[in-house]
Every structure is written in C-alpha cells, then in structure tokens.
C-alpha cells in the first residue's frame, strides 16, 4: 500500500503527480525542483518575455532545491539524514557541476547517500537543476 505525500511548504507539483509516495519504510520523492510556493518566481532565474532563461546562479537554485526537498521530507515524517539516494539532473554538467558539487558538499556533510548525477538538455520549467530523492521512514 503507498501513501501519497503533499506538502504545503513545497511548490505545487507541475504535473499529475504527488510530492511523494511512501512505500513501507521508503519515501520516494518525485522530481523537485528550485520553485519556490505560491510564486512564479524562481530562485536565482531571469527570464525574457518568452519565458526562457536569460542568466540564472546555480547556487541560489540549489540551496532552493535543497529547501523543497527538506520540506517534503518533513511533511512526510522524514528528514534529511534518513536520505539513502540522490539522482541530481543539472541541464548543464560542465557549467554547473562544481558549484553544485560545493554546496552538495555542504548539505551532506552528515549524511553521505548514494548520488547520480545526470546531464539533460531541458527540464519542464526554466530551471537548471531537479533532484530525485529516496528516504527512509517510520512505518
């Protein structure tokens, strides 16, 4: 049996899909992204009219993405040691990787989960950076 997870601190998916699913002891999150909640607005991103990226600062989407997958975790009854596994999308590895490689560093510094890291050519919203995160839970 899986429950599905929304949290009301995270931005609203933009999709058909849950923040999460919990699965036993496991909570499989989908992909989150740097949007912030109840806002248009995107961490870190300047946009032309037709709504494509002009200039954005990796860093400031990261710390953002960061902060969305605690608040799903934490609605769920998680938090961010119990996080097992990372599979990190950045839409440009050799502009990006170091940076974010950095500030990863810091936000894992306790807590070392397995990571993929995977470059792609676009995501759905103009953003540079999505993560896939899989925790553990108390059932």
């Known amino acids: ?11 609203k998916p933009v999709g058909l899909y849950p923040h999460a699913r919990r699965v036993g002891g496991l909570l499989f999150l989908s992909g989150v992204g740097p949007r912030e909640r109840g806002t248009a607005t995107i961490p870190g991103v300047e946009l032309n009219e037709a709504g494509e990226i002009v200039t954005y600062d990796i860093e ?18 998680s938090s961010w040691d119990k996080i097992v596994d990372v599979t990190v999308f ?39 950076i999505e993560l896939k995160v899989i925790a ?4």
Do not use: H
């Open 60 to 77: 400031a989407q990261c710390r953002s993405v960061f902060q969305n997958v605690r608040f799903i975790l934490e609605d769920a009854g």
């Open 90 to 128: 950045l839409t440009n590895m050799k502009a990006d990787f170091a940076a974010y490689n950095r500030i990863y560093a810091e936000y894992f510094a306790e807590n070392q989960p397995c990571r993929t890291t995977v470059e792609i050519g676009s995501l759905p919203t103009p953003i540079a």
């Open 136 to 139: 553990t839970v108390a059932e």
């Open 1 to 11: 049996m899986a429950d599905t997870v929304e949290s009301s601190r995270a931005p």
